[in-house]
């Protein structure tokens, strides 16, 4: 049986074994689902790494960058950041990001975990293959948690500890939920199976009542051409669930647009509405302990291995590909940083040697498994410089005071390797391509790659989380104005927030 073309562009973001930030729909168990106990063990492991990315990981590496002053009130937003989305997560934060509703938007079916246990599955992009939901449940929940987490950076030392709260909640609400649904949901590779031994996946897919009609349709066709119209229907039918920026063809392995270029946007937005801290361009503002930072960034990079490499769902070759890319790509950035550091302001510095490692995890991440090793080096290669520029030049032209340079490194990190993934996935540069499920032959046949199409769909996705976040930020900000005001007082900040907000010191 074959599917209209139009059909199949659909699925042009689908690869062979797909990210998990991609992830399926949570399946109902059926006779033929497997659940691999190597495959959850290596995804329990990779949900503990995502955690060390944050915490301690992004706390301590944004806490050296700061002054000495202003290190614990950094740490608290980090962590409680990290605590207070957790719960979100399991209120409501899943089941709005990774359950049927619209392109747009998922539903509240699974609030508070509704009908989530410990026999409930998740599909992986392997077909007949799971995990046990609580797993997928888990490891979605560090990423929904580290993104916002990302944003401190930029409003460090100058937001009162309130509004910082107030203005997390809603943006993962009304940001971070519905570009996660946009880009990652879809039904799954055996939703596409219309069949009543897959019964259970396909009224998961399009519901009941229209699950018995489409199988009464089959059964009711008389030949192949009959059947092949039946199918088709089924397949629209299937992906008119599926998220807006999915079904464009944008592909992000593991949190490219959703994670960085998101909280990236926000940063910018939050730097410009808050204004520069007191003495920017008067006084030096210099890091107090660089390396504290590169200890934070070394665990960054530890726990990007979970973040990049779990986003695979499964324990196999392509895992060990994105594991690899994210060596060689944070390892050229470091270099191009470093360098690029040393040519036009005379010397290599530690914090740019991290903060270059930073930037390649970042351009990496939505490339990681759909990128060659080649295509990870200069990705690497690019975006330790580009970001250098960015922080560099763009910044000081621009006037905004982006504390740790969140737009400069994510946001910007993240528009270029979102931009690179559409180049370099081509299988002619080395890249996996994508893989087409409806293919009836082998579940491994890839999609012709067209460099129009697929950069079409990596440009619609990254102009609509620009715009999205962007407007959600400034909704939110003016928000918090209002309610809890958004900078604490002059003699706050020149005291420091350490003391000012938390009421305790760092150093004796």
């Known amino acids: 049986m074959t599917f209209p073309p139009k059909l199949r562009q659909l699925l042009v973001g689908l690869p062979a074994g797909f990210a998990l930030t991609t992830i399926l729909t949570a399946a109902p168990a059926y006779a033929a689902a497997t659940v691999n106990k190597g495959d959850t063990a290596w995804m329990l492991v990779a949900t503990a790494l995502v955690i060390l990315m944050t915490i301690p990981g992004l706390a301590l590496y944004y806490g050296g960058l700061v002054r000495s002053k202003n290190v614990l009130s950094v740490?608290?937003?980090?962590?409680?950041?990290?605590?207070?989305?957790?719960?979100?997560?399991?209120?409501?934060?899943?089941?709005?990001?990774?359950t049927n509703g619209t392109p747009y938007y998922g539903g509240l079916s699974k609030a508070f975990l509704a009908g989530v246990n410990i026999s409930t599955l998740a599909a992986t992009f392997s077909k007949e293959t799971y995990l046990p939901e609580f797993t997928y449940v888990i490891f979605q929940l560090t990423f929904a948690a580290i993104t916002p987490a990302l944003?401190?950076?930029?409003?460090?030392?100058?937001?009162?500890?309130?509004?910082?709260?107030?203005?997390?909640?809603?943006?993962?609400?009304?940001?971070?939920l519905p570009v996660a649904h946009m880009v990652w949901w879809w039904a799954g590779p055996d939703a596409f199976t219309l069949s009543p031994d897959n019964i259970d996946m396909v009224k998961a897919a399009v519901g009941d009542s229209a699950a018995a009609d489409f199988l009464a349709k089959l059964a009711a066709a008389t030949d192949d051409a009959a059947k092949a119209v039946v199918l088709a229907d089924y397949g629209a039918a299937v992906n008119a669930?599926?998220?807006?920026?999915?079904?464009?063809?944008?592909?992000?392995?593991?949190?490219?647009?959703?994670?960085?270029?998101?909280?990236?946007?926000?940063?910018?937005?939050?730097?410009?509405?808050?204004?520069?801290?007191?003495?920017?361009?008067?006084?030096?503002?210099?890091?107090?302990?660089?390396?504290?930072?590169?200890?934070?960034?070394?665990?960054l990079w530890v726990g990007w291995f979970g973040f990049n490499a779990g986003s695979n769902l499964e324990a196999n070759g392509l895992t060990g590909l994105a594991f690899l890319n994210t060596i060689l790509a944070t390892a050229a950035a470091a270099l191009a940083w470093t360098a690029g550091e040393w040519v036009t302001r005379g010397h290599p510095s530690l914090l740019g040697a991290a903060s270059g490692s930073v930037a390649g995890l970042v351009a990496i991440t939505p490339a990681c498994g759909w990128v060659g090793p080649m295509g990870g080096v200069v990705i690497g290669l690019l975006a330790g410089t580009i970001c250098l520029w960015a922080v560099v030049w763009l910044k000081g032209k621009l006037g905004y005071d982006d504390a740790l340079d969140v737009f400069g490194v994510h946001g910007i990190g993240g528009m270029l390797g979102a931009l690179l993934t559409g180049v370099f996935v081509n299988p002619a540069l080395g890249g996996m391509g994508v893989t087409d499920y409806l293919a009836t032959d082998t579940s491994s046949k890839l999609v012709d790659y067209s460099f129009s199409a697929q950069m079409t769909g990596q440009v619609v996705d990254i102009v609509t989380v620009v715009i999205l976040s962007g407007v959600v930020s400034y909704v939110a900000l003016l928000i918090c104005k209002y309610t809890t005001g958004l900078r604490v007082e002059e003699q706050e900040e020149r005291e420091g927030l350490d003391i000012g907000s938390h009421g305790e010191r760092a150093y004796s």
């Open 241 to 299: 669930s599926n998220g807006w920026l999915f079904n464009w063809g944008a592909i992000d392995f593991a949190g490219g647009s959703v994670v960085h270029i998101n909280a990236g946007v926000a940063g910018l937005v939050c730097a410009l509405m808050l204004g520069k801290r007191l003495g920017v361009g008067k006084e030096v503002l210099a890091p107090h302990n660089l390396p504290l930072t590169l200890i934070g960034a070394c665990l």
């Open 151 to 176: 944003i401190v950076g930029a409003f460090a030392e100058r937001m009162k500890f309130s509004a910082v709260l107030l203005f997390l909640f809603i943006w993962f609400t009304f940001s971070y």
């Open 75 to 98: 740490l608290m937003q980090v962590f409680i950041c990290f605590c207070m989305i957790a719960l979100l997560w399991f209120a409501y934060g899943y089941s709005v990001a990774f």
